[in-house]
């Protein structure tokens, strides 16, 4: 009877040690195919996000500007009647042309800006309208376009005024090419009212082909590539259509997760499609709308998956049989290590890295677990280091835009169930440009650092955010909030003028700044509250401006 139970015992354990052994095994190809999926996700959608980063402070600046000169507009004409006066539209251009010379010259890509008068208030077309080639040339002035005369139909000359004037609101335009000048641009249009009535046009052109030249060069993987798109149906750039490019439409299958694309951006999941072969995508979206999507064949994204799965099963298997025969010499040893394998491999699988093994054996039991614990060890170090890299600005080590989206999107949450309290401080750092140029861009990115760590070294107890080339954004909570005023005193002392004749101008602490504290009365949204400090900052910078 002994004989019996003791057989039945390890036929049990032998069986319970088996199972186990194909669970961890499966598990590990299973996690393997999971690590492999969500590794791909983050390098797509990272090199997508990454990209945004070099992209979107192109497009928020030029909408800053367009609101700036807008809103200058708005303030400066009491009566839109004023306008039929020769000499009031001159004294207007010569106030706000050079604000608008100055702001647009250090946003690379634009190619254009123009202020453009509703033109039966000027009595025909009037305004200005300057261009240029590239960053290396200045913007020359060009004859106004008479919208009037070529009429809406013309939607080559006249689209970017008469498509704002139908939504009544400012907007991107999508690309097209300008027939007053052969270029293929997007712009940024804000229509101008004054007591209610259309006065003008103020508008920002960037050129479109510099954003293609950008995109056609990101590579990934072995044959990846960026293309930029709005939907399935509508494409604005894709290397396999750069000479077609207002026609190209290419034929895609959507085989698994289109529903992604209702989305800001992809996150542990790609889009799955065939084109010719079997496709994977990731992207994010813009600040003007578009999608910037990366992508490259499954075959590459996926090519060490297939090995390591064979190598999991070979270890398995072995793994299995040396189970059994270990059940069988000392089977009251087995029952609780493999349960506690068990638990840790199903805190592995749900991603929960911080609870290591205890075990001290000296045998296979032991050394197992403490592979476990060292797959553990690797991939939390693994998704730390992913989540480091995604969120952190490299040169600043301060956090960085997809940080900063994250905590804007945190923040609308808190104020539609009102429960925001916060401030936010614009900072951006004066004459970066002027110190590139004379000293290099190594002394402009030691001038940015020492910034950056001064502003974190004030608010201890809030997040830096590196929004743009030269600009911080920092979010007071909690007790940083409460002494704001106090902690803003101090970061005013940087507020001057950078003396560049000085040994080291780089290592001097000159900005501009603006701050802006939350009203539940008036704010129903973050942007709300940004722009009363973005606006504070550029006054600010234009008061320092005449000094230099």
Not at 51 to 66: C, G, K, R, W, Y
Not at 121 to 150: C, M, N
């Given at each position: 009877?002994?004989?019996t139970?003791?057989s039945?015992?390890?036929?049990?354990?032998?069986g319970?040690?088996?199972?186990l052994?194909?669970?961890?095994g499966?598990l590990?190809?299973?996690?393997?195919?999971?690590s492999?999926?969500?590794?791909?996700?983050?390098t797509?959608?990272?090199?997508?996000?990454?990209?945004?980063?070099?992209?979107?402070?192109?497009f928020?600046?030029?909408?800053?500007?367009v609101?700036?000169?807008?809103?200058t507009?708005?303030?400066?004409?009491?009566?839109?009647?004023?306008?039929?006066?020769?000499?009031n539209?001159?004294?207007?251009?010569?106030m706000?042309?050079?604000?608008?010379?100055?702001?647009?010259s250090?946003?690379?890509?634009?190619q254009?800006?123009?202020?453009?008068y509703?033109?039966?208030?000027?009595?025909?077309?009037?305004g200005?309208?300057?261009?240029?080639?590239?960053?290396?040339?200045?913007?020359?002035?060009?004859?106004?376009?008479?919208?009037?005369?070529?009429?809406?139909?013309?939607?080559?000359?006249?689209?970017?005024?008469?498509?704002?004037?139908?939504?009544k609101?400012?907007?991107w335009?999508?690309?097209?090419?300008?027939?007053?000048?052969?270029?293929r641009?997007?712009s940024?249009v804000?229509?101008?009212?004054?007591?209610?009535?259309?006065?003008?046009?103020?508008?920002?052109d960037?050129?479109?082909?510099?954003l293609?030249?950008?995109?056609?060069?990101?590579?990934?993987?072995?044959?990846?590539?960026?293309?930029?798109?709005k939907?399935?149906?509508?494409f604005?750039?894709?290397p396999?259509?750069?000479?077609?490019a207002?026609?190209?439409?290419?034929?895609?299958?959507?085989?698994?997760?289109?529903?992604?694309?209702?989305?800001?951006?992809?996150?542990?999941?790609?889009?799955?499609?065939?084109?010719?072969?079997?496709?994977?995508?990731?992207f994010?979206?813009?600040?003007?709308?578009m999608?910037?999507?990366?992508?490259?064949?499954?075959?590459?994204?996926?090519?060490?998956r297939?090995?390591m799965?064979?190598?999991?099963?070979?270890v398995?298997?072995?793994?299995?049989?040396?189970?059994?025969?270990l059940?069988?010499?000392?089977?009251n040893?087995?029952?609780?290590?493999l349960?506690?394998?068990?638990?840790?491999?199903?805190?592995l699988?749900?991603?929960?890295?911080?609870q290591?093994?205890?075990?001290?054996?000296?045998?296979?039991?032991?050394?197992?677990?403490?592979?476990?614990?060292?797959?553990?060890e690797?991939?939390?170090?693994?998704?730390?280091?992913?989540?480091?890299?995604?969120?952190?600005?490299e040169?600043?080590?301060?956090?960085?835009?997809?940080?900063?989206?994250?905590?804007?999107?945190?923040l609308n949450q808190?104020?539609?169930?009102?429960?925001?309290?916060?401030?936010?401080?614009?900072?951006?750092?004066?004459q970066?440009?002027?110190?590139?140029?004379?000293?290099?861009h190594?002394?402009?990115?030691?001038?940015l650092?020492?910034?950056?760590?001064?502003?974190?070294?004030?608010?201890?107890?809030?997040?830096?955010?590196?929004?743009?080339?030269?600009?911080?954004?920092?979010?007071?909570?909690?007790?940083?909030?409460?002494?704001?005023?106090?902690?803003?005193?101090?970061?005013?002392?940087?507020?001057?003028?950078?003396?560049l004749?000085?040994?080291?101008?780089?290592?001097?602490?000159?900005?501009?700044v603006?701050?802006?504290?939350?009203?539940?009365?008036?704010?129903?949204?973050?942007?709300?509250?940004?722009?009363?400090?973005?606006?504070?900052m550029?006054?600010?910078?234009?008061?320092?401006?005449?000094?230099?």
């Amino acid at each position: 009877m002994m004989q019996t139970i003791r057989s039945r015992f390890l036929t049990v354990i032998c069986g319970v040690s088996l199972t186990l052994t194909l669970v961890f095994g499966s598990l590990c190809v299973f996690l393997v195919d999971r690590s492999e999926t969500e590794i791909a996700a983050k390098t797509l959608t990272g090199r997508a996000i990454h990209a945004s980063t070099t992209l979107n402070p192109i497009f928020m600046q030029s909408e800053d500007i367009v609101h700036y000169i807008g809103h200058t507009i708005e303030h400066e004409v009491k009566n839109p009647q004023d306008l039929r006066n020769k000499a009031n539209r001159d004294r207007l251009e010569a106030m706000i042309s050079r604000s608008f010379y100055n702001a647009v010259s250090g946003i690379d890509g634009v190619q254009g800006y123009y202020l453009h008068y509703n033109e039966d208030l000027a009595g025909g077309p009037d305004g200005f309208w300057y261009t240029r080639k590239d960053a290396r040339h200045d913007f020359v002035s060009q004859p106004i376009t008479s919208v009037e005369a070529y009429g809406e139909a013309d939607a080559g000359r006249t689209n970017w005024y008469y498509q704002l004037l139908r939504e009544k609101r400012a907007l991107w335009t999508t690309p097209y090419v300008n027939d007053n000048n052969g270029v293929r641009i997007i712009s940024y249009v804000m229509p101008v009212y004054v007591q209610g009535q259309f006065v003008a046009v103020v508008g920002v052109d960037i050129d479109f082909n510099m954003l293609c030249d950008l995109i056609g060069s990101m590579k990934v993987y072995d044959s990846g590539y960026g293309f930029l798109f709005k939907d399935w149906q509508t494409f604005y750039f894709h290397p396999d259509g750069r000479e077609v490019a207002y026609e190209f439409k290419p034929r895609f299958d959507i085989v698994s997760h289109g529903e992604l694309l209702e989305q800001s951006a992809t996150d542990t999941h790609l889009i799955h499609y065939y084109l010719g072969i079997p496709m994977a995508m990731g992207f994010a979206t813009l600040k003007n709308g578009m999608k910037l999507g990366v992508t490259a064949p499954e075959r590459e994204i996926y090519a060490g998956r297939q090995l390591m799965t064979f190598g999991i099963l070979a270890v398995t298997v072995v793994i299995g049989l040396l189970s059994t025969l270990l059940a069988i010499r000392a089977a009251n040893r087995i029952v609780r290590p493999l349960h506690d394998i068990s638990e840790a491999a199903r805190r592995l699988g749900r991603g929960e890295y911080d609870q290591p093994l205890d075990s001290t054996a000296q045998d296979e039991i032991g050394r197992l677990a403490g592979h476990m614990n060292d797959t553990m060890e690797r991939m939390r170090k693994y998704v730390g280091a992913m989540q480091k890299q995604a969120y952190q600005d490299e040169l600043t080590a301060v956090k960085n835009v997809a940080a900063y989206n994250r905590k804007v999107y945190d923040l609308n949450q808190k104020i539609a169930a009102g429960q925001a309290a916060f401030a936010v401080v614009m900072v951006d750092l004066n004459q970066l440009k002027d110190v590139n140029d004379r000293f290099g861009h190594e002394k402009g990115n030691i001038a940015l650092q020492r910034l950056c760590q001064a502003v974190c070294r004030i608010y201890k107890h809030s997040p830096v955010y590196r929004i743009g080339g030269d600009e911080f954004v920092v979010i007071l909570e909690g007790e940083d909030y409460a002494h704001r005023d106090a902690l803003f005193e101090k970061v005013r002392a940087f507020e001057h003028i950078r003396d560049l004749s000085a040994a080291q101008p780089w290592t001097q602490l000159a900005a501009s700044v603006g701050m802006a504290v939350y009203d539940k009365t008036r704010d129903t949204a973050y942007r709300a509250v940004f722009n009363r400090a973005d606006t504070k900052m550029y006054e600010q910078k234009q008061h320092l401006a005449p000094r230099a």
